[in-house]
């Protein structure tokens, strides 16, 4: 599959990689992603733009969402009875504020190789999908876009809630995303 | 949260589901390890303290917690 990357979306990845390894994060997610697609040299800039939103902005919303730290996963706990907001609340009070996020952040070890999460695999195998259903051949920036888009995300979900604010939404930074993949 | 899907993912019902919440537990008690431990160093507990209280060697503790508290 990577063999079909544009430069822009190797770009892109490699970029991932690499704020993962500034951030000392445990792993790549699609919020590593969406900092390198936002502050790209490729077409997701002009994409957000045409629904109102900062490049930068989104970029350095999807930067402090990586320093915040993984993300636990409070539906897998919620499953098991329980209630993360309720264990946050409770180490707040004891380690002050944000106790959880803050243990994420410094439990990080330097490593030599960051794997992506499941999650991030997800929206990539999607965003090849996405140029197949365009009918492009390469997989540009703009279907990786599309494919964090598309897949229940980290990443996708701080999009949705930045063009949420922007008065946008997703449906219209696919039109704006597709829109340019067309125009390419 | 419903009786049967609680059920469901802690008794392993669908191994995905069971794995997830098994790995979402780690994360957390992880996160909790390391407040608990930083908190118990800045009260003046010796890494022997801590490790007696984890049910694991000094060395372990110290392994994983020496170098950042």
């Known amino acids: 599959m990577f063999e079909r990357f544009t430069k822009d979306a190797r770009a892109a990845v490699q970029g991932a990689v690499e704020v993962a390894e500034r951030e000392r994060s445990e792993s790549i997610d ?50 098991v009875g329980i209630d993360l907001d309720e264990v946050s609340r409770r180490a707040d009070e004891t380690f002050g504020s944000g106790a959880l996020d803050r243990a994420a952040r410094r439990g990080t070890r330097r490593r030599k190789h960051w794997p992506f999460t499941a999650d991030a695999r997800k929206a990539l195998e999607l965003s090849l999908r996405e140029a197949i259903r365009l009918g492009d051949k390469g997989i540009d920036d703009r279907h990786l876009l599309l494919g964090v888009l598309r897949s229940d995300c980290p990443g996708g979900r701080l999009l949705e809630a930045a063009l949420h604010d922007a008065g946008s939404d997703v449906a219209a930074l696919r039109t704006a995303a597709e829109r340019e993949a067309r125009a390419a | 949260m419903t009786e049967k899907t609680l059920v469901g993912a802690a008794a392993g019902d669908d191994p ?34 801590v490790a007696d209280a984890l049910g694991v060697s000094k060395q372990a503790v110290h392994k994983k917690h020496g170098r950042r508290i």
């Open chain 2, 16 to 49: 995905t589901e069971g794995l997830r919440a098994v790995r979402a537990l780690r994360d957390l008690a992880d996160r909790l390890e390391t407040l608990q431990v930083e908190r118990a160093r800045q009260l003046g507990w010796s890494w022997q303290d």
């Open chain 1, 30 to 79: 699609t919020r590593h992603l969406v900092v390198t697609l936002a502050s790209g040299a490729g077409h997701v800039p002009a994409a957000l733009e045409a629904c109102g939103l900062r490049p930068d902005d989104v970029a350095a919303l999807a930067r402090d969402a990586v320093r915040r730290g993984e993300v636990l996963d409070a539906e897998a706990l919620a499953a």
